[in-house]
């Protein structure tokens, strides 16, 4: 199974162990399938090669459904759920919902989706790196908000509880994500997706949702 670092899906520990929501889930799902999981790390381009090469069965990483991707390849049912929200101070009474943005600094990184919501807001744009980088803006008070990824903000709140930050809207449609596998390879997709269906029926889905972001991200 091919992953990429990007926490809170996939990452290191301090030891240099695998670790994080979508390697936690790819073990899981293995144990269920009766079967022992390789990850191998490559970059996200490589992923997908590596995968039209069959050089690993399915990748796992907070890969997004799109058409594109679903006319060439099969996803498994979803686990993640994802929105775009509001995040301002938690003493910011001046900004409630996203129109509030019209006028206010925004700080916003070069995902084009989310900067495109503060824009259509009317907030002017102050670029940042990341969503930690914003969050430190914000917390300093040179930004007045950053429209930002929910699970993101709900992992960021999972490590610093007491982070003076509130979310105050999100959009209504969210971006879905699965694992990804050849266009034939049916019979992995459906033994996954029972896998997860399994995973969700017995709990063992929120217990590692609820472990890195803090609430069922699947829905």
């Given at each position: 199974m091919a992953?990429?670092?990007r926490a809170?899906?996939?990452?290191?520990?301090?030891?240099?162990?695998?670790?994080?929501?979508?390697?936690?889930?790819?073990?899981?799902?293995?144990?269920?399938l009766g079967v022992k999981t390789e990850f191998i790390e490559t970059k996200w381009?490589?992923?997908?090669?590596g995968l039209d090469a069959k050089c690993f069965d399915a990748v796992m990483n907070d890969v997004s459904i799109n058409a594109e991707?679903?006319?060439?390849?099969?996803f498994s049912d979803l686990y993640i759920v994802s929105r775009a929200v509001l995040i301002v101070k938690d003493n910011n009474?001046?900004?409630?919902?996203?129109?509030?943005?019209?006028?206010?600094?925004?700080?916003?990184?070069?995902?084009?989706?989310?900067?495109q919501?503060?824009?259509?807001?009317?907030?002017?744009i102050v670029q940042v790196d990341g969503f930690n980088q914003a969050i430190d803006l914000l917390l300093s008070g040179r930004i007045d908000a950053t429209v930002n990824d929910k699970l993101s903000y709900l992992d960021f709140k999972t490590r610093?509880?007491?982070?003076?930050?509130?979310?105050?809207d999100e959009t209504d449609r969210g971006s879905?994500?699965?694992?990804?596998?050849?266009?034939?390879?049916?019979?992995?997709?459906?033994?996954?997706?029972?896998?997860?269906?399994?995973?969700?029926?017995?709990?063992?889905?929120?217990?590692?949702?609820?472990?890195?972001f803090g609430t069922d991200v699947s829905k």
């Open positions: 992953r990429k670092e809170p899906f996939t990452d290191h520990d301090e030891n240099g162990t695998l670790t994080d929501f979508d390697v936690d889930l790819g073990r899981e799902i293995a144990k269920k381009d490589g992923m997908i090669a991707r679903k006319a060439k390849y099969n009474q001046d900004i409630t919902k996203l129109a509030d943005l019209k006028g206010k600094k925004a700080g916003q990184s070069l995902d084009e989706n989310l900067n919501i503060a824009k259509d807001n009317g907030a002017t610093r509880p007491v982070a003076p930050i509130k979310v105050v879905t994500s699965a694992v990804l596998m050849n266009k034939n390879n049916n019979e992995l997709r459906d033994a996954i997706n029972k896998a997860l269906t399994d995973m969700k029926k017995d709990g063992t889905y929120l217990t590692i949702s609820k472990k890195y």
